[in-house]
């Protein structure tokens, strides 16, 4: 489902970068902030996790500011990630950020450790017009985006 949403905003340029990264049980920070940098046209030739973030970090300062609408999106995370430790902290004006978990606790603690304005929405099983619109409302969709967005899952 990530994945058809990746590829439908990317598609409507909804956003100028679409960054997903699937984190899984083992959190590798070190591949993590790999992916970022591959999404953002970017190359880390740093060694170490610190060094990598600050890169990142710098790179979306540097992004000027017709280009900073991006959707950042951490998949299937299990456990607390500090955001800063990747270079994703502070998060600046025109990022969203969309975090995936079974665990609520762990969506809350990366929001507050990264300082971070945040809602967690509970997510049960819906059925296809129930999950279309409430995306619509989270994702801030406007009418323009409705019919493709309505094929996903479809």
Known sequence: MMEQLKK????????DYVVKVVVGQQ??????QQAVAEYMGQSLTETSKSARA??????????????RKVLLILDDVWETIELKDIGLSPLHNGFKFLLTSRYESICK?????ANSSFRVIRVDVM?????????CQIAGVSDQYDQELNDIGG
């Open 27 to 32: 959190i590798n920070i070190f591949s993590i």
């Open 54 to 67: 600050d890169r990142l970090r710098i790179t979306f300062e540097k992004l000027p500011e017709s280009r």
């Open 127 to 135: 059925q296809e017009l129930e999950a279309y619109n409430f995306f």
């Open 109 to 113: 603690q990366i929001a507050l450790k």
């Open 8 to 15: 439908t905003v990317e598609d409507k340029k909804m956003f």
